[in-house]
T-cell receptor, first 117, second 113 residues
Framework: GAVVSQHPSWVICKSGTSVKIECRSL??????MFWYRQFPKQSLMLMATSNEGSKATYEQGVEKDKFLINHASLTLSTLTVTSAHPEDSSFYIC?????????????FGSGTQLSVL | GESVGLHLPTLSVQEGDNSIINCAYS??????FIWYKQESGKGPQFIIDIRSNMDKRQGQRVTVLLNKTVKHLSLQIAATQPGDSAVYFC????????????FGAGTRLFVKA
């Protein structure tokens, strides 16, 4: 149980285009999902908290107009990187919480490697 | 976004030896701590967790130690195997900012056969 599916696994796009990444909880309902990004040889940095049916909460320094998050159902959150540029190239990882209101135990997707040319 | 540190130290151990990976966390209000294992190109995988009212917790071949006085966590892996080679992250969760998990710097573990 507690499987999080992330799609696509990798994507290459041209500068200026938009890319959508999907995160699905396959066997549970996730009212809260989290989006992280990870640069090579670095840690995971929290970008935003995605709440079903409401606006996402973004971390300081993360542009909400550039990284659009939609959490329209209890099993799906999407991250859209708008007008992507080479500096947006990174590994994006989503996670969902299963137990309780403290969002403690996270299950992670397999990540999406984004390369912007 | 938040992150605790941006460096990735490396630990190299011989197969069969015990490994100790250390982590310093940032928020004294954190009350839940987790160790994750991340293999190349994959998402993090849960290993073991511990709450702030404990100082030690054991799992299968792994032990987590928590020292709240100095805000330090450690992960001990017994009889390290080649399959343990990965990057290990500590993470902390607190009510600060709304119950979110913040990751530490990570340590790359190499297991030599």
């Amino acid at each position: 149980g507690a499987v999080v599916s992330q799609h696509p696994s990798w994507v290459i796009c041209k500068s200026g285009t938009s890319v959508k990444i999907e995160c699905r909880s396959l066997d549970f309902q996730a009212t809260t999902m989290f989006w992280y990004r990870q640069f090579p040889k670095q840690s995971l940095m929290l970008m935003a908290t995605s709440n079903e049916g409401s606006k996402a909460t973004y971390e300081q320094g993360v542009e909400k107009d550039k990284f659009l998050i939609n959490h329209a159902s209890l099993t799906l959150s999407t991250l859209t990187v708008t007008s992507a540029h080479p500096e947006d190239s990174s590994f994006y990882i989503c996670s969902a919480t299963v137990l309780g209101p403290k969002n403690e135990k996270l299950f992670f997707g397999s990540g999406t490697q984004l390369s912007v040319l | 976004g938040e992150s605790v540190g941006l460096h990735l130290p490396t630990l190299s151990v011989q197969e069969g030896d015990n490994s100790i990976i250390n982590c310093a966390y940032s928020n004294s209000a954190s009350d839940y701590f987790i160790w994750y294992k991340q293999e190349s190109g994959k998402g993090p995988q849960f290993i073991i967790d511990i709450r702030s009212n404990m100082d030690k917790r054991q799992g299968q071949r792994v032990t987590v130690l928590l020292n709240k006085t100095v805000k330090h966590l450690s992960l001990q892996i017994a009889a390290t195997q080649p399959g343990d080679s990965a990057v290990y992250f500590c993470a902390e969760n607190s009510e600060t900012g709304g119950f979110k998990t913040i990751f530490g710097a990570g340590t790359r573990l190499f297991v030599k056969a």
